[in-house]
């Protein structure tokens, strides 16, 4: 429906295979014609998963159902299927049965407990998912799984979009091992991350203990999804799992002390924050990828509701669209966000150009300079609010005719 | 540089003369052409004064102004000096130096102490006010002074106002007394009061104790000015206030258990709501007034937190706009607002059209209804979200492309 975000990477990066795991796509027509609306990724025996969801109080069947196995289970899984076009939130009870199912005919087709399979939906809120699609969908997605070539990755990533413009993934290779990590996601409104946003999927073939997997990806969560806005809205369904299948490596991480753990993470950092800014880059008519960075608060929490209130004001984001280096809305900003900061100590950059010091507009403040940084597709806002020492980095979009053309014109 | 509001009443009100007040507007050039831009309001000996400001950490220079006098001074006060198309607002100490400035000319003009001159400016951030316009136009605008005839308070509101596309007033009487309550307000974009949003001078000729003034003001706020919302920013200029001049009456009111406070409440309870509701009308870009009933709630307090959560998410807002019942776009902000509700109790409606009880779609629920009644000019939603007795009202407006036009163009 939409042209593809100007933001977008130039094309879809190449993934690599993960040991351990198969991919399918298949189209069943639950709401978008011609294209794939499912997708299925087997995992071998014994692959072991991580998986944080949206805070939301009202979220939606499969956040539950994953939510529920993820505790009750034994840390290991055997798939994740996933359709596009309806979110499966605010069904009620059809909408746990439709979830049920949907387990079920997965887990007959691939000869596995319903409970090792997890799931996610995304699109519309408050239809029930038509049931005669399921069960003809279903099984004939089972029958498509391949192996992680690259072009099943880039099917895979596809199948998943509702209003993103261009298909999300990342990949990593974890140095001193054959192992890798490997990744999709998707999103582009209702993106105000709560602890997870909107749907990822990452795969690594080294081994980890469920425990261990759990904290890094909770790790990584912090600093890349549960950093990005860009409409301020939090999604019924966001969902970040992560598994290990162990195909690559003799034994499985046990510990964040054993010491392939520390490169673990830091793999698994890039790839989710890679995917975290591609859903900014494809955030609703986005035409500034916009980086906001606040020191000087009095905690790092602190310094990320400053940095919240920058980036979710909407008079900020129409003035970056504008590329109007209307500080004085920066300051708006810092002053709603309820967190401790000194007014006459407020130190501001636009990009590199120094705005504003102990208060006060800077002398030989040049607002040409800061224009022509902010005419860059990639800009940056800097505020040191001079009461202490937290800090935090977020990202965020403008906000344009681009938003209100796709929300005021299309039911997603 | 708008086009009036299509939500705009059919013109300004015919508002009363207050007994002991006198309104003077004067053209000083500090930063729009042929157009009044200074607003003077002179209070008679022995009127009293009660007043609420922005929660913002980055007050204006007139807000630390008013708060300092207001709690310094003995409760009264001799006039009110705005000026329009500068804040006032991140301009360090010569932003305190013009505060001081203006209520010390005005003072000598009208041979009274500058801590009796409340002050206020609204228009840009950032700025310093310029010195000249000041000295030359302040002590014109005080001899402007003149009785407040209608065309008086029409020439009051519109001097207070930026990027408001109509004036706006309200009065009342009190009623069994001579005496009136008679307020103006401006304000459009970067609406979200946290205590007291944008301006409203508000005037009555009843005598009333500082206290008890401030009481029925901060009661008054609550319910109006506070519970509006147009872009969920918060200004760093808020202010209301409210002076009472005692000339219609031979007696003040000492205490709330007076038997004419309750009337003397009511009476300014309808001017706030009407001024608060005038500023919605007035919302940037704004093509609905949109009405948000939450019920159900665990507390008041928690059914206006989901109430805000509603109405300022840019989804809802853009669905309001395009005329789209999308309802799940309300289950998705009731999800994020982070108070209890039980998804499974949830009722929603659209104006008279129920839309879902017991979290799903109703049987026989129209869409086609629910449209209908999103097609008017005044649009309401309710939600009950089942877990207690708490409930809350707000109002806010649709977000268009009116909004980004004037916010991406203006620097207000």
């Known amino acids: 429906m939409s042209d593809v975000s100007p933001l977008a990477p130039a094309g879809f990066p190449e993934l690599p295979p993960i040991a351990g795991l198969q991919l399918a796509t298949h ?8 294209r794939a609306d499912l997708f299925l990724a087997e995992l071998a025996e014994g692959t072991t998963v991580a998986g944080t969801f949206t805070k939301s109080l009202c979220p939606s069947a499969p956040v539950d159902w994953c939510r529920r196995i993820l505790a ?6 055997r798939a994740i299927v996933c359709n596009s076009g309806n979110a499966n939130a605010f069904t009620g009870r059809a909408g746990d049965t439709a979830a049920a199912l949907t387990a079920e005919l997965v887990g007959e087709a691939l000869g596995v407990e319903p409970d090792r399979i997890y799931l996610a939906s995304t699109g519309v809120i408050g239809e029930t998912l038509p ?11 089972a029958e498509q799984l391949d192996n992680t070539s690259p072009a099943a990755w880039e099917a895979a990533a596809a199948a998943i979009r509702t209003t993103d ?7 990593a290779r974890i ?3 054959a192992a890798h990590i490997a990744g999709i996601a998707k999103g582009s409104g209702m993106i105000a991350p709560d602890m997870a946003t909107m749907l990822a999927f990452v795969f690594t073939d080294l081994g980890v203990a469920p425990d261990v ?34 195909e690559q490596i003799d034994d499985e991480i046990l510990s964040v002390d054993d010491h392939r753990f520390a490169d673990f993470q830091a793999a698994l950092d890039d790839v989710l924050l890679d995917l975290a800014h591609q859903i900014v880059r494809d ?20 310094a990320e509701t400053i940095a919240f209130a920058i980036g979710n004001s909407p008079l900020v984001k129409t003035a970056l669209a504008a590329e109007d280096a209307n500080w004085g809305r920066i300051v708006m900003a810092v002053g709603k966000a309820g967190q401790a900061a000194d007014r006459d100590k407020l130190a501001i950059w636009i990009g590199p150009e120094q705005v504003a010091a102990e208060g006060i507009q800077l002398e030989g403040y040049s607002e040409e300079r800061a224009t022509d940084h902010l005419r860059q597709d990639e800009v940056s806002l800097t505020v040191d609010v001079g009461v202490g020492t937290g800090s935090a980095t977020i990202w965020t979009c403008d906000l344009t005719h681009g938003y209100i053309d796709i929300n005021a014109g299309y039911r997603s």
Chains 1, 2 share one sequence.
Do not use: M, W
């Open 27 to 34: 189209e069943a027509g639950i709401r978008y014609a011609k």
């Open 213 to 246: 997997l759990q904290a890094a990806l909770s790790t990584s969560v912090a600093t890349s999804f549960n950093r990005i806005t860009v409409d301020s809205d939090t999604s019924t369904s966001d969902t970040v799992l992560l598994f290990a299948t162990g």
């Open 131 to 141: 049931e005669d699609a399921l069960r003809s969908g279903l099984p004939a997605l």
């Open 283 to 302: 955030g609703e008519g986005a035409t500034k990828f916009v980086q906001i960075e606040v020191a000087g608060a009095e905690s790092d929490e602190a």
């Open 72 to 77: 009750e289970g034994d840390g290991t899984a």
């Open 165 to 171: 413009t261009f298909s999300k993934g990342s990949s």
């Open 175 to 177: 140095p001193g091992t």
